[in-house]
């Protein structure tokens, strides 16, 4: 991390017997600390915000938040099924609204971090591809066993590809989506 020193040279003692005193000041360019509760805070205040960037850790809380979320809620309405179906159709429920929710600030987060690592958002297009053929193809088309097994596996991969993406650290110079 850059760290800029000043050293103060105001003094009324002579020339012989001051001494500089160096305070250290963050670059401007130095990462903030990002906490979970912090990222969790961005993830949504910045709900619509593809253009920015995001540090890895805004991202992996963020994910971390968005992981516990899902499977918590999931969980919960797997184990409260046996004991009443009512509470957990409710929590399934919440489950659903929790991941529409998400799906924009995900995306939104995922769009930052790929601009701080020096990538394009453009990627994930790619994804938005894979969605739409599991979503919309198998309604309207009915497409070979061997078909939907290579859009799969090429589903799986490109979501490796993204993972390593998200890995990346920062780049700092000459990166066009820094402010």
Excluded at 97 to 120: E, N, Q, Y
Aim: glycine fraction near 6%; hydrophobic fraction near 55%; charge should be positive.
């Amino acid at each position: 991390m850059p760290i800029k020193k000043q050293i103060s040279k105001k003094s009324n003692k002579p020339a012989s017997r001051r001494v500089a005193a160096v305070r250290v000041v963050r670059a401007d360019d130095a990462p903030r600390r990002v906490g979970f509760g912090r990222a969790v805070s961005n993830f949504f205040k910045k709900y619509f915000q593809f253009n920015g960037v995001a540090t890895r850790a805004e991202y992996w809380w963020a994910m971390l938040f968005v992981i516990i979320g899902v499977v918590g809620l999931l969980l919960a309405a797997w184990f409260l099924q046996p004991v009443n179906l009512l509470v957990a159709g409710f929590v399934a429920m919440m489950w659903i609204l929790f991941c529409v929710v998400i799906i924009v600030p995900t995306w939104a987060v995922m769009a930052r971090r790929l601009h701080d690592g020096g990538f394009t958002a453009k990627l994930l297009y790619v994804n938005l591809v894979f969605w739409a053929y599991s979503v919309l193809v198998p309604h309207f088309v009915s497409v070979s066993p061997r078909v939907a097994s290579v859009v799969g596996w090429l589903d799986i991969m490109w979501g490796i590809v993204m993972l390593i993406l998200a890995l990346f650290p920062s780049k700092r110079q000459n990166n066009p989506y820094r402010d």
